[in-house]
């Protein structure tokens, strides 16, 4: 039988469990009376009632149902008459990818986001690659007593080789070479060459049997350019690479013991990576992001409250479905539940499928092209007539966003209230990060 053959009652029935439009107590108690097979005029009429009520205003809010968004401890922004849309915080610990070109309302949405999860997280780490727009919000978050920290990239203390806490030093080497090798875009060959040198380093210095006399990138420039041994094109390429880096961010890297990511994840951090190469800024954000990850999942973390927010609000060089073996495309299945919780932005659909099925929450915004629409809308589900929607409706400042947890899971439409954040134009404040000896430990 099709379904308009079945009686009136019955399509009537179906539609409004679809739509979940007796969810309430009274539609409740009408459910119970309709599956004891009680077909009183009170009950029909009400069941009549609530199905036509809920397709007259689907007939005026167009593709998009109106989502019934109005619990929870987070604003998502506005619906389509102005009311907010709220959702628990802890569902961003599911990870959240946002699509959307330039100038469509990102940056906006991350920050109307941050003032808001900030205050409340004990960690969290704001990515700048290119502008400052994150230090903007520091002045806004002294008023409620949260000092924000703000580290210009050339201000960071950092060693890649530092093994994480509760890492089998073994493990990061080898995490280590990969990484390396998609940062410095380097050969597939070099990888090979750089874990032997990797382990080399280990070995001579005592790291395997648990000394904390870690190498550094200098350290590892002068193995492979003396391994006279090993391959020549990836010797050369990795020296090649190093060079340029050592001489521009030798200050960064120069500290046997650096920052522990593992303290970092317990402050709230602006990392200002913007005026240093695209090189340094791949290595900077896989180096912080990896040694926390890798520490949580060897630590057994799980299913905790999320204590860590990471925002990077361009990020194709995490995503990219060119570069799998990026480390976060392996890892973010593994890190879902850990309490760290990413929110990755990216202007175009060079996105990696492993990236589409781990990110609980999606967002789209106005897109640059058919191929970015194509993309996410299949990834959110959409049908044809909401994707036609996409390309003639969205404005920037206006998304369309669908939730990987809770009980509305129907894509949407939202708007991002405006907002006026002014750069204060500041000294770098470096808050209570702990200060390292002056002296560089290694040089070239």
């Known amino acids: 039988m099709r379904g308009d053959e079945l009686p009136k009652a019955v399509r009537e029935r179906m539609y409004a469990e679809r739509h979940r439009l007796l969810d309430d107590d009274l539609g409740q108690s009408v459910r119970r009376i309709l599956d004891a097979g009680i077909n009183d005029a009170f009950s029909s009429e009400l069941l009549s009632h609530r199905v036509v009520k809920h397709r007259i205003a689907r007939a005026f809010q167009g593709e998009f149902a109106i989502p019934d968004l109005h619990g929870g401890d ?55 690659f290119r502008k400052r727009e994150f230090a903007a919000l520091r002045s806004f978050l002294l008023r409620v007593g949260v000092d924000l920290i703000v580290v210009p990239a050339r201000l960071l203390r950092l060693n890649p080789f530092q093994v994480p806490l509760g890492v089998v030093p073994m493990d990061w080497a080898a995490c280590l070479a990969d990484m390396l090798v998609t940062a410095l875009a380097l050969p597939p060959r070099a990888s090979k060459l750089l874990l032997v040198a990797i382990v080399r380093l280990y070995e001579r210095r ?131 539940g850990t309490g760290a919780g990413l929110d990755l932005s990216v202007q175009g659909a060079d996105i990696a499928p492993a990236i589409l099925s781990n990110t609980a929450t999606k967002i789209i915004g106005r897109c640059g092209s058919a191929t970015d629409y194509d993309t996410m809308s299949a990834a959110m589900g959409l049908t044809n007539a909401q994707r036609a929607w996409l390309r003639a409706n969205l404005v920037p400042g206006l998304f369309v966003g669908q939730l990987g947890e809770g009980s509305w899971r129907e894509p949407f439409v939202f708007q991002i209230p405006p907002m006026r954040l002014v750069p204060q134009g500041e000294t770098p404040n470096l808050g209570d990060l702990p200060r390292l000896p002056s002296e560089p430990s290694s040089g070239p």
Not at 90 to 108: C, F, I, P, W
Not at 249 to 257: D, E, N, S
């Open 74 to 128: 987070l604003v998502l922004g506005l619906d389509q008459r102005g009311q907010f849309l709220c959702c628990l915080m802890q569902t961003l610990n599911a990870h959240v990818l946002t699509l959307g070109g330039s100038g469509s309302g990102k940056t906006t949405r991350s920050l109307f986001m941050a003032l808001q999860i900030i205050p409340r997280l004990p960690g969290a780490w704001l990515f700048d």
């Open 206 to 336: 005592g790291v395997l049997r648990g000394s904390r006399d870690y190498p550094t990138l200098f350290d590892l420039r002068e193995d492979v350019a003396g391994d006279r041994d090993a391959n020549v094109p990836a010797r050369q390429a990795i020296v090649d690479s190093l060079d340029p880096l050592l001489l521009s961010l030798g200050a960064v890297f120069r500290y046997r013991i650096g920052w522990s990511p593992h303290d970092l994840a317990r402050r709230r951090i602006v990392f200002e990576l913007g005026g240093i190469p695209e090189a340094a800024k791949n290595l900077i954000l896989n180096t912080l992001l990896l040694s926390e990850f890798l520490s949580r999942v060897a630590r057994g973390v799980s299913n905790p409250a999320m204590d860590l927010w990471i925002c990077c609000d361009e990020a194709a060089r995490l995503v990219s479905a060119s570069n799998p073996t990026g480390g976060i495309s392996d890892l973010i299945g593994l890190i879902r």
